[in-house]
């Protein structure tokens, strides 16, 4: 199972590391939820987030906004995530949780991290495939430079 989780983290990484927004609402469940969110609100288990989406229908419509109708000047993202760690297996599915940095790389600049933290998933079996049924993505920092477009 540990294998699995780690080909679903690193296909995740994959996917939105090469732009392909489409595919992604396909890593979670129908009923799923996608936050991200400041390590200081969630430590004080405080529910504001940077992005909250509820349900796969929301992460279709993120995907619309991100191909469709958000401006912004583009950039690419590359994912280094650590090592998955399963931390409980119960009821059918898991939990886990992984460090990670993304950085962010303007068309006519240099390079940056843009966002560090940790993933706490949980995670299902669905169609024979691992899914997430949730994803907290739990940043360090208190802000986040300008704005999230992308997943994380």
């Not at 796969?56 to 191909?67: C, E, P, Q, S």
Request: some cysteine.
């Amino acid at each position: 199972m540990r294998l699995a989780v780690n080909d679903l983290y690193a296909e995740y990484v994959e996917c939105v590391d090469n732009c392909r927004y489409e595919a992604w609402p396909d890593f979670f469940t129908e009923s799923c939820r996608y936050r991200i969110v400041s390590r200081e609100n969630y430590e004080a288990g405080l529910p504001m987030s940077a992005l909250a989406l509820e349900g796969k229908a929301m992460l279709k419509d993120r995907v619309y906004g991100i191909t469709q109708t958000i401006v912004h000047a583009p950039y690419y993202q590359r994912h280094v995530v650590g090592h998955p760690r399963v931390t409980a297996e119960k009821d059918g599915g898991l939990t886990a949780q992984a460090n990670y940095i993304v950085v962010r790389t303007k068309h006519d600049a240099f390079s940056e991290v843009f966002n560090a933290g940790r993933y706490l998933d949980s995670i299902v079996t669905e169609g024979g495939r691992l899914k997430f049924r949730q994803r907290i993505c739990i940043f360090d920092s208190v802000l986040v430079p300008n704005s999230i477009i992308y997943p994380i």
